[in-house]
């Protein structure tokens, strides 16, 4: 079982699967040269990511990770990623983008200050501590240094929860074209008034559409004679406005009542997410966090929160808190066991939504199997982020859904597209638009919507049409 | 504890506080008051003599050892500096006729800005020794070290443990990184505050002098007032509404006024102990104006003499524009509860300041809300930052020892023949440094009828208070003692 949309990272892709596509159909004129700082997780996912249609260098100085890129069509160069020798070897010159993604904060910026005085790239340094994420706020800081983009993955990964929990009851949540259209994704229970009709009869207001279904472990986009059970996970894409009503007829619920939030673990990423979520209307915030002297910083920054002082894995102090009756529990501890422990816990205490982090990519999966509805890792959070920010070219990937099992993508209607209904048009199978961006205007389209040149198309579709789908949609 | 370090630094403070006897000296001169100058001319001689001998007695190697002052010694200064200028403020008042007793209560009464009086008869003194009883007021309103502090520039190092000893509420802000200028802006602010009351109440219709010693005792939250009748006998809605407006801003923290004055508008309201004095002001001015609205008095009258009764006692002024112990029980209830209230920490206003009934009501919440979330990390939070537990604690010790104070203090009036609810205010008004209380000490009566022990106990409940308890109880303790030795070496 899996749940998460989750923006295109990688992460839980088969990696030699996708780069022979690429191959195959080289359908990208957008191929720019993209240099990577340092070859650890990220640099690895994001070398994954990008280099099926781009110039990939990476460069680390330790020669034990040149192996892993071996897989990959990258180039992999051994040295520091610092010196304006390594990186004229690169290419800085040509290069568009640099991604400074070392272990080592000050590393990143100087690599990021040598970059960009040596060529003109957009770059991108990872931190790693607070402080180093005030320079978001000042321009001239960031400029000093070269550095177009600060992303710390710690604070990604509070601003995906954050966006997760914002949306009550759906299990997942996402936003594209700048919030005109929103994905969400719903557990059906038995109070739904959707569950065993066809999806033809349920009328679902106008702006809205049932893009995929996730039943067990089959994945499928719904057709108008399918119906829907107790128990599937239904992803749904339209307007805020019309996902409000379609909010309505599948919880079966009308007012939105206060949210309970316990958040188990305040490090990095607990504190930042409490301090999002602190005082925010209809919720009420709890933090679990062990060290005693961390929850006395937290309780001093925290205005409304309550902090506990405790283990997150104590049954007795989630029985006497009452933790079970919490909506939804967010557990970030740095340890991926006791993450799971944790969460488990709450569920077996009655924890609606369950949301946790994991470190090690390889849990991911496992964690999504026994029960957790939305496990999201750091990393994962930040390598999409980034993703989401170098955009280029006809066919964008916004997202990928199920652990890749969907796919999001975002297309641009060539010129010289003869405009249809679509009615008329024959996708392929297992491929739905879910909105047409025209302008300033998003359409959630029906039957007679057009499809004209210069549109920006929001496609569902699974991995497997992936291809197809590009090929149908761009070619004039 | 050093001694001669006590003794030493003590004596530079009393000999600095000679140099302030010479204004009463000026005042009776020029009304012709040949006798009364003289009095002052040889307090001033005697003060500067004792503060010379107490200077010399320390040694010569007292200086130096003076410069790192220990925390317990400067507590020893600060308390024994106070005693000492009471005791030598009083011999113009033994000059004038009264008894020691009488004197040392008046003159404590003065230092402290209680407001406190055994005077029965108005008339017979002179103008000499009103203005000295107001003057000392307004030099301990604001704390005379902390004056010495600004003026003399090599107190400066040693000041630290002073300026903290002495200032009100349980932190004292430092508005520069230098004691010496932030006593000394401190001083320029009330020194200009005053100067502009004294105006106002002369343009209201007071005569010179009288104007002059109102805006001494209101800005120093005391209370004396050369008119038998106090603030009752101008008969002026003008006068009363001055006087309260200038009472409101005694009771605020000077501190904050500065910072307001220079720019930062908003820190006043920012603060949240200001807010809350300004609300507990506006709330018992409408309980109060409701009570007298009830006993039948004009709604401008009520409203009037309602905001003057509440600042003057929320203040720990002790001014009265009405014989209020004249009033229905629960108007003087009102009043009462006051009482246990204070105004700003670092203001002139005496009591356990509102910060402090702040600190203790979360406090409180805190520990139900632990019962609830045993686990919980809960610090006690002010303007949004914590509240470091050592403060946590001196609060809640401060306020236990405040109210044992005042019940022994009670407790010994009424035994030594005071009715009770005599014996109860007088307590109270003499630890909060208010001035009078209801009954046989209330506003147009006085102390004088006590038994005179009782006179003596209340003068050290005024020490206590406006030293704000722990100061002068720690040296109580035998700890304080047991290391004392005289010499530095």
């Known amino acids: ?476 | 504890m050093r001694l001669a370090v006590v003794v030493h630094v003590t004596g530079i403070l009393v000999r600095m506080f000679s140099a302030t006897l010479l204004a009463p000296v000026a005042v009776a001169a020029s009304y012709r008051e040949w006798y009364d100058a003289a009095g002052f001319g040889v307090t001033a001689i005697a003060t500067l003599a004792v503060g010379m001998l107490m200077h010399r007695a320390g040694g010569p190697g007292a200086a130096d050892a003076a410069e790192q002052m220990r925390r317990v010694e400067g507590l020893g200064v600060v308390a024994g500096s106070w005693l000492v200028m009471a005791q030598l403020g009083a011999i113009p008042y033994l000059w004038a006729g009264l008894g020691v007793i009488d004197a040392m209560f008046e003159s404590m009464s003065g230092l402290t800005s209680t407001g406190a009086t055994i005077l029965v008869d108005f008339s017979a003194y002179g103008r000499g020794f009103f203005f000295w009883r107001a003057l000392t007021e307004w030099l301990g309103g604001l704390g005379v070290i902390a004056l010495f502090i600004a003026v003399l520039p090599r107190l400066a190092i040693a000041g630290r443990q002073l300026f903290f000893a002495e200032a009100s509420g349980p932190t004292a802000d430092k508005l520069t990184p230098q004691l010496r200028k932030t006593a000394l802006v401190l001083w320029q602010l009330y020194f200009i505050l005053t100067a502009i009351q004294a105006v106002a109440l002369y343009v209201a219709g007071m005569s010179l002098f009288d104007a002059v010693c109102h805006a001494l005792t209101t800005m120093s939250a005391g209370g004396f007032s050369p008119h038998p009748e106090s603030i009752a006998g101008y008969q002026s809605a003008t006068i009363d509404w001055i006087i309260t407006a200038f009472m409101f801003v005694a009771g605020a923290n000077f501190a904050l006024q500065v910072r307001a004055v220079r720019g930062s508008r908003s820190a006043l309201v920012q603060d949240e102990e200001f807010r809350a004095y300004a609300a507990v002001g506006v709330m018992a001015t409408v309980a109060l104006t409701f009570f007298l609205l009830r006993d039948g008095m004009v709604f401008f009258d009520a409203v009037r003499h309602g905001a003057f009764q509440v600042l003057t006692i929320v203040t720990t002024t002790g001014y009265a524009s009405v014989d209020f112990d004249l009033w229905s029980s629960q108007a003087k209830m009102v009043l009462f509860l006051l009482m246990f209230v204070g105004g700003c920490a670092g203001s002139a206003a005496g009591g356990p300041k509102v910060v402090r009934h702040l600190l203790m009501a979360r406090y409180t919440i805190r520990e139900l809300k632990r019962t609830l979330h045993p686990r919980a990390v809960l610090p006690v939070k002010l303007g949004g930052r914590v509240v470091p537990d050592p403060i946590m604690r001196d609060v809640v010790v401060f306020m236990l020892f405040y109210l044992l104070v005042f019940a022994a203090g009670a407790a010994i009036v009424v035994a030594l023949g005071a009715d009770l609810l005599t014996g109860i205010t007088a307590s109270i008004a003499c630890l909060g440094n208010i001035g009078p209380g209801f009954e046989n000490v209330g506003p147009m009566a006085n102390f004088a009828h006590l038994h005179p022990i009782s006179k003596i106990v209340l003068t050290l409940l005024m020490w206590i208070g406006r030293l704000e308890v722990l100061t002068v109880l720690v040296l109580f303790r035998f700890e304080a003692w047991r290391n004392a030795r005289w010499s530095a070496a």
């Open chain 1, 1 to 476: 079982m899996t749940g998460a949309t989750r923006r295109s990272n990688g992460c839980g892709e088969n990696s030699h699967h996708d780069a022979s596509i690429s191959k195959q159909v080289p359908l990208e004129s957008w191929f720019v040269r993209i240099i990577i700082v340092g070859g650890g997780e990220i640099g690895f996912a994001l070398a994954q990511a990008l280099s099926q249609s781009n110039e990939v260098f990476v460069i680390d100085h330790a020669p034990s990770v040149a192996d892993r890129f071996e897989a990959l069509d990258v180039q992999f160069l051994l040295g520091t990623g610092t010196s304006s020798d390594m990186l004229g070897r690169a290419g800085i010159d040509g290069a568009e983008i640099l991604i400074a993604c070392t272990g080592l904060d000050e590393v990143n910026i100087v690599a990021c200050a040598v970059g960009n005085r040596l060529g003109s790239p957009r770059t991108f340094c990872f931190v790693s501590r607070e402080e180093f994420l005030h320079f978001e706020e000042d321009r001239r800081g960031l400029e000093q240094f070269g550095i177009d983009r600060i992303v710390w993955p710690e604070a990604q990964l509070a601003e995906d929860i954050e966006r997760i929990i914002g949306v009550p009851d759906a299990i997942d949540s996402e936003v594209f074209a700048d919030g005109a259209i929103r994905l969400l994704e719903y557990r059906l229970d038995r109070g739904s008034s959707i569950v065993d009709r066809r999806i033809a009869d349920l009328h679902l207001p106008h702006g809205s559409l049932i893009v995929a279904v996730r039943r067990g472990e089959s994945f499928f986009i719904p057709r108008g004679d399918s119906v829907l059970a107790i128990g599937d996970k239904a992803i749904v894409m339209g307007t805020p406005d019309a996902l409000s009503d379609v909010r309505r007829e599948i919880t079966g619920s009308a007012e939105i009542r206060k949210q309970r939030v316990t958040i188990i673990g305040g490090g990095d990423v607990g504190f930042r997410l409490a301090e999002r979520l602190d005082g925010a209307e209809g919720l009420e915030v709890t933090v679990i966090e062990r060290n005693l002297a961390r929850g006395e910083m937290l309780a001093s920054r925290l205005r409304h929160a309550l902090v506990l002082s405790g283990d997150g894995t104590d049954l007795e102090l989630l029985e006497a808190e009452d933790i079970g009756r919490s909506d939804v529990l967010v557990s970030v501890i740095d340890n991926d066991e006791r993450n799971l422990l944790a969460s488990l816990l709450g569920r077996q205490l009655g924890v609606q939504r369950i949301i946790t982090r994991v470190s090690r990519r390889a849990n991911l999966r496992l964690f999504e199997r026994v029960g957790i509805d939305v496990a999201l890792s750091a990393r994962g959070a930040a390598v999409a982020s980034v993703l989401h920010q170098i955009t280029g070219g006809a066919t964008r990937l916004l997202a990928v859904v199920e652990q890749g099992a969907g796919r999001i993508l975002e297309l641009d209607v060539p010129p010289g597209y003869s405009a249809r209904s679509l009615r008329e048009m024959d996708p392929p199978r297992n491929s739905i638009i879910g909105a047409i961006l025209r302008g300033s205007q998003a359409i959630v389209p029906r039957g007679n919507d057009r499809v004209q040149p210069g549109d920006r198309l929001i496609v569902f579709t699974t991995h497997a049409e992936a291809d197809r789908v590009r090929n149908y949609f761009t070619r004039a």
